[in-house]
């Protein structure tokens, strides 16, 4: 064995090291409390789930919601690509800001954002959606679509123009240029987010289980369910099976998808709006009354009491509630989720710039690559499995010595760090793969070392994206409901949690405090996202 | 025919093209010859309908074609690297424009042009497979396609190197008259422009400073700046200008060019100077020679001759290798 590969294996160790202990142990328990429930493999019970009536439908409702929302998201989100980072018009950059807004609204304040808008009191209740698989479907598409501008805007930015205007010019149509040359030129990107929307759809937690209740459950839901209330599980074990298998083809797909011959990319200046972007513009406009429309009406119901404008829903949350709903005041539970954010943070930038360092790294050998391509699949399995699942796992496994983190308060910021590492790291390769390694080759031949080769190379483009990265975990793990559900404690709940709770109790005080604390946790993530934003990486959320 | 008066585009105010007029017979091709920046791709955008004009009209006989969009115009731009659909075959990128008009018998048209431009069997190939030169051609093949009343060529040649450039400069020049195709080129180049057009206008600053045939501009450039940028080697004012006329028995001028061969060692020479520098090539000897009253001028000398730093010489004047410049 070279001394390269030991290098990459040493460096690789610690990630490996934190997502061998704290994820696929937990993962691998839960399924083993499934398929040997009493030491013994008799897989027959968790199979058996899957021929229940239930189960098929379930799985049915997972894929035909996450396949409808995804139709319409990128149906949405095509034309609002083109209009916001292809067109310039007054006020761009502020309109951009607040479409992504949704991307990184905790799930549980879609839920309650949807619940009071479409509710028998909510302002579009006549319309009779409430608790229906179409408020579910709405619930989705409102927190992806702004995934599918994201992505998709980003590649139509860096289009090369002139090849549409020689289309142009040989006498194609706008609609021909669209359909022969621009489209074409897309796919990757509108795939990519259609694949990673799907992925978001098929294993949304939050939004599900505050509209759908038990009535229309996903897998994921499901697994929820069956560990929480009926407790059956090989049952919850057999369907964490089945959503990885499904999970995972769903990324092998995607990354087929990415590999293409490239696109040639030239920046281009923002075409004044014209006529002609009528369409595009009218459908932009949709997609933004459609975002807005759900926040502005939560924070109208958040302050309003009996019919009347009031604060007092945000004055009650310095208190536990009516009837003592809770057993913290929401105000605690907001600095609980800022103190565990900033664990899970650090934990997952530092994990999370290891591996990115580690898949990145040029290969010489044919074996070198070989182990950088397992391990960058490796890091990628969090974004793949359930929360619920990990959140129940890390439960049931790390709970005897040497690793009883049961009463630790690091095992929250722990799976929430897991839950943010792909994402870190998606947002950390694209830059520093973009180095171009012949200018590390440089400064080592001018006499610099590894490290200083790494502080005049790779720092001055990194630290922009290691401080977004940072920022979208803190975002992340404000709002992470799936995992954290499970191993809260009681005494120490976040804020979700305590939005959850809230909506579970009856009495209108409390229904109004989790309106008003949704609003809370909704502007906490978004100012972070907007400092996020302010840095302008461009790798923040593409995937 | 192509008409253009008084096209002014502008970019945040600033005029990139200034009161531009041209003319462009039917079946002769223009080259719009400048320095890089002077705003010939953008007049030539404009003329595509890629740019909006901020004041002045383009006319195609006689009617105009402000309002109309680009792909009604029927003007075919060729860009400077070809701009291939890289996700298309070369057959389906030359038969792009004939597939959006329906025209039948697609695969035997789309051979005829492959063949015109020297590429037969190139149809299934992936334009990331082929070199520059082949790509251009393609892309060339592609814009003739629909047989344009108009082609647009930006610099179609100067991403190719030299032997390259000649070579297909020359190829060029044949296609379009052979298929009689009405052509507007824009280049730095002026042996490109040579090579390729009948007819010349001189742009600087987003201005056309001189038009006319080919041959005329460059037998009387407009001003000292448009010989130096035609290739004239110095530019002789005053009494070096008169001087120099005399020595040739040419007509008095106010300014002179030369061309880098118009003075030659001769031995009954009517002018003398010294010799700064000399360099041997293939085809003659080239010289740099202090004249007095003329100041430092290249000259030429046969291979048999091969004088060094320092000599006199006597050189001779080719009055044919000079170009008179009105007022400079």
Partial sequence: ?543 | MLSLRGVTVAFDGEPAVDDVSLDLPDGQVLAVLGPSGCGKSTLLRAIAGLEQLRSGSIAWDGRDVGSVATHRRGFVLMFQDGQLFDHLTVARNVGYALRLRRVPDLERRVAELLDLVGLPSYGDRLPGTLSGGERQRVALARSLAVEPRLLLLDEPLSALDAGLRERLAADLRQILVASATTALLVTHDHEEAFAVADRLAVMRSGRIVQQGPIADVWRRPADAETALFLGYAAVLEGDAAARLLRAAGAPDGPAVALRRSALAVAPDGPLRGRVVSSRLTPDQVRLRLDVPGLGELDAVAPLDRHPGPGDEVAVRVDGTRLAPIPGA
Avoid at chain 1, 261 to 284: I, Q
Wanted: net charge positive; aromatic share 8%.
């Fill in chain 1, 1 to 543: 064995m070279n001394r390269r590969l030991l290098g990459l294996l040493a460096l690789a160790a610690v990630p490996v090291l934190v997502v061998g202990v704290f994820f696929v142990l937990p993962v691998g328990g839960m399924l083993a409390l499934g398929f040997w429930p009493d030491g013994d493999f008799a897989p027959g019970a968790a199979l058996e789930v899957l021929t229940r009536s239930r189960t098929i439908r379930v799985l049915g409702f997972t894929l035909w919601s996450a396949a409808v929302a995804t139709t319409v998201a990128v149906l949405l989100g095509l034309p609002a690509a083109y209009v916001l980072h292809r067109t310039s018009f007054p006020l761009r950059r502020v309109v951009r800001a607040l479409l992504l807004v949704p991307f990184v609204l905790p799930t549980v304040v879609v839920g309650v954002a949807f619940r009071q808008l479409l509710g028998d009191a909510g302002p579009l209740g006549f319309l009779g959606l409430d608790g229906t698989p179409v408020a579910i479907v709405l619930g989705l598409v409102f927190f992806n679509v702004a995934v599918v501008i994201r992505v998709v805007g980003g590649a139509w930015e860096g289009l090369d123009t002139r090849a549409g205007q020689a289309a142009a010019t040989l006498g194609a149509s706008p609609v021909q240029v669209f359909r022969t040359v621009t489209l074409p030129a897309l796919r990757p990107a509108v795939t990519s987010a259609a694949t990673v929307v799907f992925l978001f759809c098929a294993t949304a937690f939050g939004i599900v289980l505050t509209l759908g209740g038990t009535r229309y459950a996903t897998i994921e839901t499901e697994i929820y369910l069956l560990t929480v209330q009926v407790f059956d599980l090989s049952a919850a074990a057999a369907l964490s099976v089945l959503q990885l298998v499904v999970v995972v083809a769903l990324l092998v797909l995607a990354q087929r998808a990415r590999v293409v011959a490239p696109v040639s990319r030239a920046p281009s200046r923002p075409r004044r709006l014209s006529r002609a972007d009528g369409v595009p513009v009218a459908a932009t406009l949709l997609v933004l009354a459609f975002v807005a429309i759900p926040i502005v009406s939560l924070v109208a119901g958040s302050l309003q009491v009996d019919g009347r404008w009031s604060l007092q829903n945000y004055a009650a949350l310095g208190t536990t509630g009516d009837r003592d709903a809770l057993q913290v005041t929401v105000t605690q539970a907001l600095v609980n989720s800022l103190r565990t954010a900033v664990d899970a943070t650090w934990m997952a930038v530092g994990t999370g710039l290891l591996v990115a360092l580690v898949v990145t790294r040029r290969s010489r050998a044919p074996v070198e690559r070989r182990v950088r391509g397992l391990l960058d699949g490796f890091f990628m399995l969090p974004l793949g499995v359930s929360a619920v699942t990990l959140g129940f796992g890390l439960l049931i496994t790390l709970d005897q010595p040497p690793l009883d983190l049961r009463d630790s308060a690091l095992l929250v910021p722990i799976a929430q760090a897991l839950v943010a590492l792909p994402l870190v790291v998606r947002t950390l390769v694209p830059v520093l793969g973009g180095i171009d390694d012949r200018q590390r080759q440089a400064a080592a031949s001018l006499g610099a070392g590894p490290l200083r080769s790494v502080l005049t190379v790779d720092l001055p483009v990194l630290w922009k994206p290691l401080l977004a990265g940072a920022g979208f975990a803190f975002a992340v793990s404000l709002g992470e409901f799936g995992a954290t559900s499970f191993l809260a404690r009681e005494d120490f709940p976040t804020l979700p949690l305590v939005i959850f709770r809230l909506l579970g109790h009856p009495g209108e005080l409390n229904y109004g405090m989790a309106l008003a604390a949704s609003v809370l946790l909704a502007a906490t993530t978004a100012f972070v996202m907007l400092l996020v934003e302010r840095l302008r990486v461009t790798s923040v959320g593409a995937f």
